[in-house]
């Protein structure tokens, strides 16, 4: 009895025909949105997100999964953008200024922005791999910072999206989350591995 209550309370059955937020159990509506805040494996009258997104048939719940999977891939593929702007702008400095932007070979050789060619302790500065020779750490121009901050923020958008999608606990959602997380990183995370 008790297990039957508690199931029947966490479910919640929204009436999408209404014009409010019409919530009641055994609303007489049978194709009213059913939202659970338990793992669940609806698909018909499932909800996401809005009551404009009802799913009414087999095909609109395919539809929303393979949706889903390209979210989450386009998820890693922003992520993909943001380290290749990275290199573009990092071999774009490399390039502007010359030799003076990298020192050669050794352990101790590495510049700091200040003075370029003198000696310094390996801890003294950080900077990326660039062949044999470490490349001077430098601060993006204003534009730079701002397309980069453009591809952060639509990382954290569509990341914040695909966790309020897991939040409805959809048993099929979440396996086509862990999906596209899979086919994103096996796409987009297969460039150079830096090692050391």
Not at 2 to 30: E, F, L, Q, R, Y
Not at 46 to 72: D, E, P, Y
Not at 150 to 160: K, W
């Amino acid at each position: 009895m008790a297990m039957a209550m508690s199931t029947a309370t966490s479910s919640i059955v929204v009436n999408s025909s209404m014009g409010g937020m019409g919530m009641g159990m055994g609303d007489s509506d049978p194709h009213a949105c059913k939202i659970s805040m338990l793992w669940n494996w609806y698909t018909i009258d499932s909800c996401f997100l809005s009551r404009t997104w009802h799913i009414r048939s087999s095909g609109a719940f395919a539809g929303s999964c393979i949706g889903v999977i390209s979210l989450v891939v386009s998820l890693e593929l922003l992520r993909r953008a943001q380290r290749e702007y990275d290199r573009y702008i990092s071999n774009q400095n490399t390039s502007k200024h010359g030799n003076a932007a990298l020192v050669g070979g050794g352990p101790g050789d590495i510049a700091s922005s200040d003075d370029v060619g003198k000696t310094h302790r390996p801890t003294d500065t950080v900077g990326l791999m660039h062949g044999n020779a470490k490349m001077v750490n430098f601060r993006p121009s204003l534009l730079q910072q701002a397309v980069r901050s453009l591809l952060f923020m639509l990382q954290f958008a569509v990341g914040y999206f695909v966790m309020l999608l897991a939040m409805y606990y959809n048993g099929y959602f979440i396996i086509c989350i862990v999906i596209g997380a899979y086919i994103g990183s096996f796409i987009f995370q297969w460039d150079n591995v830096h090692s050391g």
